[in-house]
Antibody, heavy 125, light 110 residues
């Protein structure tokens, strides 16, 4: 069974970088049949897909237009995890952040079958 | 992309059926059969209930069903139970390897 465990600071200062990690158990970040996403949720913006990373003989990333200039999602194969970095944050980036995975091999490549527990990140000085 | 449009709330008595609509555009729901629905309880992560418009993941009761017509998708909960009270979100693939969510619907069991 795939499990995702998130970690990272809950408070970030404006203009700094938000960094979160999602540790994977029960699967490999290098799987050729999975994609690893970050999704956030706030009262003002609702649920918002931010981006993903996945391996198909080489590494790929896809990012939402709304954050494309500020976001980086990286795999860490040595620790079997992936990370989110969001630069130049403002209070608008305050949200609960989730990591998630699809289920290409036995389900769908277009839905989020597995979710992390969520991390509330507050942007404030 | 703009968020998908859902009603703020729906309600029903135990045993009744409720349907939640999710309206998108020709760029998302209207173009792809990749609509998914999520149930979320307070303080918890969303849980997948329906994927690819009408498919149910293992372990989800078949009281939950999904459909799509044009640019509008729907989630129907038949035989409503108290445990179904939660927030529900739709999501659609929007092309160019991006996804868009709805604003959420609160289901109340009367």
């Amino acid at each position: 069974q795939v499990q995702l465990q998130q970690s990272g600071p809950g408070l970030v200062k404006p203009s700094q970088t938000l960094s979160l990690t999602c540790a994977i158990s029960g699967d490999s970040v290098s799987s050729n049949s999975a994609a690893w996403s970050w999704i956030r949720q706030s009262p003002s913006r609702g649920l918002e897909w931010l981006g993903r990373t996945y391996y198909r003989s080489k590494w790929y990333n896809d990012y939402a237009v709304s954050v494309k200039s500020r976001i980086t999602i990286n795999p860490d194969t040595s620790k079997n995890q992936f990370s989110l970095q969001l630069n130049s944050v403002t209070p608008e980036d305050t949200a609960v952040y989730f990591c998630a995975r699809d289920n290409c091999n036995v389900g769908s490549c277009y839905a989020f079958f597995y979710w992390g527990q969520g991390t509330l990140v507050t942007v404030s000085s | 992309q703009s968020a998908l449009t859902q009603p703020r709330s729906v309600s029903g008595s135990p045993g009744q059926s409720v349907t939640i609509s999710c309206t998108g555009t020709s760029s998302d729901i209207g173009s792809y059969n990749y609509v998914s629905w999520y149930q979320q309880r307070p303080g918890k992560a969303p849980k997948l209930m329906i994927y690819d418009v009408s498919k149910g993941p293992s372990g989800v009761p078949d009281r939950f069903s999904g459909s799509k017509s044009g640019s509008t998708a729907s989630l129907t909960i038949s035989g409503l139970q108290a445990e179904d009270e939660a927030d529900y979100y739709c999501c659609s693939y929007a092309g160019s390897y991006t996804w868009v969510f709805g604003g959420g619907t609160k289901v109340t069991v009367l």
